[in-house]
């Protein structure tokens, strides 16, 4: 689920979101992320970090 930000109201998370008429969030997921090349790279990172 993606946790909002900042809310008005009593919403703690989406489970779809639209933007400009298309889905950006399906079953809070969202839409066009890939999230095992987004680990990697975080991954990647923090190693990078960590030596330096």
Do not use: P
């Not at 909002?4 to 992320?33: F, H, K, N, P, T």
């Amino acid at each position: 689920m993606i946790r909002c930000q900042r809310c008005c109201c009593a919403a703690r998370s989406a489970d779809r979101v639209m933007i400009a008429g298309q889905w950006r969030v399906i079953d809070g997921q969202v839409e066009g992320l890939d999230i095992k090349q987004l680990i990697a790279d975080h991954s990647q990172a923090a190693r990078e970090l960590i030596q330096g």
